[in-house]
């Protein structure tokens, strides 16, 4: 896999993988899709994802409130439009997240209190 240049998406569900996710998997240049569901695959979920500058367009998923365990989250210099999905102010373990320079439009939720371990909060565009 890390031989691949540069591709976009990666299906590889349904299969008996039974290693955690490889790191450089997450430092694909152009991926916007991974899907490696229905699995044998061991291991947590990273805690640090940073995404900057990898052109992705659209909203904020809601299904990243579901990364419990998730410390870091960067998704700065993308397209990302709309609000900031309120799943993301649920993340208890979260200690740094940079959504800045995004096209992030709409009100701030009020529901911080979620959000315990928060040390920076970067929104700015």
């Excluded at 240049?29 to 490696?36: P, T």
């Excluded at 052109?55 to 998923?61: A, D, E, L, M, R």
């Excluded at 990302?80 to 208890?92: D, M, P, R, T, Y």
Aim: aromatic share 8%.
């Amino acid at each position: 896999m890390s031989n691949l240049s540069n591709p976009i998406a990666i299906y590889l569900y349904t299969n008996q993988l039974s290693e955690t996710i490889p790191t450089h998997m997450m430092q694909m240049e152009n991926l916007q899709m991974l899907n490696l569901q229905d699995n044998l695959m061991t291991g947590s979920i990273p805690r640090k994802l940073y995404f900057d500058g990898k052109k992705f367009v659209g909203s904020i998923p809601s299904g990243i409130g579901n990364f419990n365990n998730l410390q870091s989250l960067s998704l700065l210099q993308n397209n990302l439009s709309s609000s900031i999905h309120v799943s993301l102010w649920h993340l208890s373990n979260l200690v740094q997240l940079d959504l800045s320079h995004n096209s992030l439009s709409g009100e701030l939720a009020t529901d911080f209190g979620s959000m315990q371990a928060i040390v920076q909060i970067d929104l700015f565009n």
